[in-house]
């Protein structure tokens, strides 16, 4: 499931949220008279469609690395040719110990999304203090455009990938924030146009593996990276053209100053921390989706439907498919739920919904039980993906917004940035269980995976009251 619907959003509106609009004049009258995109600001089109094809781009590729890792690059005859490769593999297994070309290829894509979702909080802070988030953006894209590119050629992998992390911890925040920087604070719209925005992250994950993937199954990987490359450059050229319908260069500072830490107000601190540790589990499980499950898929599943062999990438693809299918029936069941007063908690949503991935992992296991040394039927992915699209829902953007809404003003900020080291840390978790992908057996891996996203619905249940209690405000006021 891509970090979608999720991450940068929910910060950048509520960050922004406490800020007028800097939105041009021109886009401000439009908004008013409500033409423009949708009855939005005319920025809003330029930075949907700018994130619509950077996730093409990243999702493409994304896509491919594992399987490029494993079935070219990494082999001993291709990775000679990669520049700093034998340094990289030895500080590798100098840190992680003895790894396999495979177990190498799991633990170096768990570094790399680790450290895609850690950028950004370096990068929003570059934004906001010294290159403006115009300049973050494009320079992020930038970075982008030339990384996608250079994974063209073998000899500059290890440079892509860093290009590729430099380029989103720039853009990932900085155009997010840009959202809410085109409303007023007293704009209804808001929530829609984060809508908008978080559709065209789910449209362009659905849409990069079926293209780049295919591509780069059928016909060479180098194809499918460098479609990727040109949606990239899409990306860049229509966030370019837009500029002047963009918000103001630099975020506008608040008017009223932020008071400092109140009483209680370490104890909230301390509970988000608590909670967002224990969802680093469901992130080390989810992240696996795009690590060592397409190998499965490769290996396990029957994908033959006579003359056609369906590729692995468009799992992907039927990953996303799931989130944009069943996120509007999830939203109708919780606005019913509210209306007649029998929502649960927040912390019983992300309880459940690490339980629910939990059994979406078990009925990997009992595909591959059934199956025994035949390949597993395709049912069982399928249905994977769709209960883990609802164990997504119910914890991604409910624990971001939990995070928002619980977390001090003074440190509000910081702490959804902090949002993202879950999912930094889940990418590294992801790296490490992949080294067992090929000594366990492939029951017992995903076994393995649904005891540890299981565990946090655990801990969570455990530790509800006491974290209940600490995210009282003064008032009493609970914040989950």
């Known amino acids: 499931m891509p970090p979608a619907m999720t991450p940068a959003s929910v910060p950048a509106a509520r960050v922004a949220s406490s800020s007028p609009s800097p939105l041009p004049a021109a886009d401000r009258s439009e908004a008013r008279s409500g033409r423009g995109f949708f009855g939005h600001p005319v920025g809003l089109g330029f930075i949907v469609f700018t994130e619509a094809w950077e996730r093409f781009s990243f999702y493409g590729m994304q896509a491919l690395l594992v399987l490029y890792m494993t079935g070219y690059l990494f082999l001993p005859e291709h990775s000679e040719k990669v520049a700093g490769f034998d340094a990289f593999r030895s500080v590798m297994h100098g840190v992680f110990g003895d790894l396999s070309p495979q177990a190498l290829a799991t633990q170096t894509f768990g570094i790399y999304v680790g450290l895609v979702y850690f950028a950004p909080v370096l990068g929003g802070l570059l934004g906001d203090r010294w290159l403006g988030r115009r300049q973050a953006v494009s320079l992020g894209a930038i970075f982008m455009c030339v990384g996608h590119f250079m994974m063209a050629f073998d000899v500059v992998f290890l440079a892509a990938l860093a290009a590729l992390i430099i380029g989103s911890g720039l853009l990932k925040g900085n155009l997010a924030a840009q959202v809410g920087d085109l409303y007023a604070r007293d704009d209804q719209r808001r929530d829609a146009g984060f ?12 849409l990069a593996p079926l293209a780049c993937g ?22 860049l050229a229509i966030y370019r053209s837009g500029t002047r319908h963009l918000p103001d260069n630099r975020a506008a500072a608040t008017d009223a100053p932020v008071a400092g830490l109140q ?33 499965w898929v490769q290996d396990r599943v029957m994908r033959d439907f006579g003359w056609f062999e369906m590729p692995v990438t468009w799992f992907q693809s039927l990953d996303s498919l799931a989130v944009l299918v069943l996120a509007p029936p999830v939203i109708w069941f919780w606005q019913r739920q509210a209306k007649r007063r029998t929502a649960p908690s927040d912390l019983a949503k992300i309880a459940f919904g690490c339980a629910v991935f ?48 619980v977390a001090p003003p003074s440190v509000n900020a910081m702490m959804v940035s902090c949002y993202y080291l879950g999912i930094f840390v889940g990418g ?42 600490a995210m009282r405000g003064q008032n009493g006021d609970a914040g989950a």
Not at 221 to 229: D, I, K, P, S, T
């Open 214 to 235: 295919t591509l780069g199954e059928l016909y060479g990987w180098h194809y499918g990276f460098g479609l990727a490359g040109i949606g990239m450059a899409l990306s």
């Open 358 to 405: 939990a059994g979406a992992c078990l009925m990997l296991v009992a595909g591959e039980i059934l199956a025994g040394s035949a390949r597993v039927a395709i049912i069982w992915p399928i249905l994977f993906h769709f209960v883990c699209a609802i164990g997504f829902l119910y914890v991604g953007p409910v624990a971001m917004a939990l995070t928002s809404r």
């Open 263 to 295: 009483p209680g107000d370490g104890r909230r601190i301390m509970a988000v921390l608590v909670i967002l540790v224990i969802t680093a589990l469901y992130w080390t499980v989810q992240t696996q989706v795009w690590n060592t499950y397409p190998l």
């Open 428 to 469: 590294f978790g992801s790296g490490f269980l992949g080294r067992f992908f090929e000594r366990m057996d492939a029951a017992y891996f995903w076994l393995l995976h649904a005891a540890v996203v299981g565990s946090g619905a655990v801990l969570l249940i455990l530790l509800a009251r006491p974290l209940h209690r």
């Open 195 to 206: 809508s908008l925005y978080n559709m065209a992250i789910n449209v362009g994950a659905f």
